[in-house]
């Protein structure tokens, strides 16, 4: 079927809640479009999986709807509903490179007195690691930080995304806490772990 | 279980410490906001006060920034082009 691309975000809203099967329709055929553009080059999903996506990422914007905030073009915000979806679907069956966190990490080099300055930041967060969070805590952080998928995470634990992301942002605010307790604030910290 | 401190975890982890905050977004919050995100990038505008939250997000969450990666692809955008890369260097 042809794309519709000049409807504007009330009649697709309005469409997709009166149940319009042609609106469904164009939405699942403009995911499809965007997904495969999204993944073109990539060895993960097929033609088949790309189908499979479209249709569950439309219903979850269905179930979504109430939760559009009008301040972007509705196709944008579906198309990142079909992006979490595929995402998480690709992550939970392991198709996907873990998106790590130690990549971001550049190296540096530094003065022997922000040497000694680093590596005592350092001491004072695994310290804190070991004494200042619930076994829980820990071990979903240093997963997290190995690159477990949160999607494997929360099901491993049995717990919401949401749930997750809580425990693992107050996990960093106790951190945080401990490190500021022994003179390291945010600023000094970005400041040792900057490039050289 | 102490962690030896040459772990490349802890400094990701410090990294992430300095960009912590009280008041972060889920990824589920994310979600709903990242859409006027992308279009700002798209027009090239500079982000403004109520994306910053957005942007810190994005700085924490390695997955939302590979999915903000893909939905700049599936909007037809090249990530580079937009200064928007895995890492936020
Ligand atoms: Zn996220």
């Known amino acids: 079927m042809t794309a519709k691309p000049d409807l504007d975000n009330q009649t697709w809203i309005e469409g997709l809640r009166a149940g319009r099967p042609e609106v469904a329709a164009a939405l699942a055929h403009r995911l499809r479009a965007g997904l495969t553009r999204a993944f073109a080059g990539s060895n993960g999903p097929m033609r088949s999986d790309i189908e499979d996506f479209a249709q569950e990422a439309t219903v979850r914007i269905l179930e979504r709807l109430s939760a559009f905030r009008g301040d972007s073009a509705f196709l944008t915000w579906a198309m990142a509903i079909g992006i979490r979806v595929s995402m998480t679907r690709l992550r939970r069956d392991k198709r996907v490179a873990p998106a790590s966190r130690l990549e971001a990490i550049p190296s540096s080099s530094k003065s022997a007195a922000s040497q000694d300055e680093h590596a005592e930041l350092l001491a004072v967060l695994a310290d804190a690691i070991d004494k200042d969070l619930t076994p829980r805590q820990r071990e979903t952080l240093l997963a997290e930080l190995d690159g477990v998928p949160q999607v494997t995470l929360a099901e491993r634990l049995g717990v919401q995304p949401n749930a997750l992301y809580k425990m693992t942002h107050d996990a960093r605010k106790k951190l945080k806490a401990a490190i500021e307790r022994a003179g390291f604030d945010a600023n000094s910290v970005r400041r040792l772990l900057a490039r050289a | ?89």
Do not use: F, Q, W
């Open chain 2, 1 to 89: 279980m102490s962690m030896n401190s040459s772990d490349p975890r802890l400094k990701a982890l410090a990294r992430m410490i300095a960009e912590t905050c009280d008041l972060e977004l889920t990824c589920d919050e994310l979600l709903d906001r990242v859409a006027r995100y992308v279009e700002t990038l798209k027009k090239r505008e500079t982000p403004d006060d109520t994306l910053a939250l957005v942007e810190k997000h994005l700085r924490l969450c390695p997955e939302c920034r590979e999915e903000l990666i893909a939905l700049l692809r599936a909007e037809g955008v090249d990530p580079a082009s937009v200064g928007i890369s895995l890492t936020d260097d």
